[in-house]
C-alpha cells in the first residue's frame, strides 16, 4: 500500500497518521522541502528508511540528504529497475541482522558499559540508551574486532550496500555519535585509522 502526499506538510500529517515501511521524499515539495520533512520525520523516528528521490542533483544537496539520515539519494532521470533493487535492498538490510534470519544474539561489555543487541540497549550503571538499528549494526560490528581494526568498506557495504562518497560521510556522522555514547568511560575510544577503518579499544 502506498500513500501519495502532494506537499510537505500533507506528508507529515500522513506519516504521524500511519505507520510505514519506507518514506520516499522529493527536496523540491510545496509548503515544506523535502530536507524539513527529513528532519521532522528524524526527529521522531530514527529507525524507518528514507529515500531522496529528486532532480536535484548537487553535491551539496546529497551531502544534505544523508547528514540528514537519508539511506539513499537518487537523482532524476533515473532507471525504474534500480529504483526497484534499491529499495529491496535498503529494506533487507534495515532489519538488525540484515538478513531476516535467525541467529543468536550475543552481549557485549564495553569498559563499564553493557550492550544488549537484541534489544539495541546500550547501558551504563543505571542509564539505559536505546540505539536505532543503524546505530546498533556499527557498533556490533566494532564489538567483533575489539582492539582491532573493523574495515571502513566491510560496514559501509553490509550496511549500507555502497562504499561510494556519501555513505561514508553519513558513517562518520554515526561514529560521532557513538563517541558521545560512550563518552562516560573515558578508557574507551573510537579511533579512525584513515583509510582503513575504525578500531574501537578499552584501555
Not at 23 to 33: E, G, N, R, S, T
Not at 168 to 187: A, M
Amino acid at each position: 500500500q502506498v500513500s501519495l502526499c502532494t506537499d510537505g506538510d500533507l506528508a507529515l500529517k500522513t506519516f504521524a497518521d500511519e505507520k510505514f515501511d519506507l518514506c520516499i521524499l522529493d527536496v523540491m515539495m510545496p509548503k515544506k522541502d523535502g530536507f524539513a520533512v527529513a528532519q521532522t520525520i528524524r526527529d521522531v523516528n530514527q529507525e524507518v528508511p528514507i529515500i531522496f528521490l529528486t532532480a536535484k542533483s548537487m553535491q551539496v544537496d546529497k551531502v544534505k540528504g544523508f547528514m540528514l539520515g537519508a539511506d539513499d539519494y537518487i537523482t532524476k532521470p533515473f532507471d525504474f529497475q534500480e529504483f526497484i533493487l534499491r529499495i529491496e535492498s535498503i529494506l533487507r538490510r534495515t532489519k538488525v541482522l540484515g538478513n531476516g534470519e535467525e541467529e543468536e544474539l550475543k552481549d557485549f561489555t564495553i569498559g563499564n558499559y553493557h550492550f544488549d543487541i537484541k534489544n539495541q540497549l546500550l547501558s551504563y550503571k543505571k542509564e539505559e540508551k536505546r540505539l536505532t538499528k543503524k546505530e546498533t549494526r556499527i557498533l556490533s560490528y566494532l564489538c567483533e574486532h575489539l582492539n582491532d581494526i573493523a574495515p571502513r568498506e566491510l560496514i559501509l557495504k553490509n550496511i549500507w550496500g555502497t562504499d561510494d562518497y556519501f555513505s561514508g560521510r553519513s558513517l562518520d556522522v554515526f561514529i560521532s555519535k557513538l563517541r558521545k555514547y560512550l563518552s562516560d568511560d573515558d578508557r574507551i575510544s573510537i579511533t579512525n585509522i584513515h583509510g582503513v577503518g575504525f578500531k574501537l579499544e578499552v584501555k
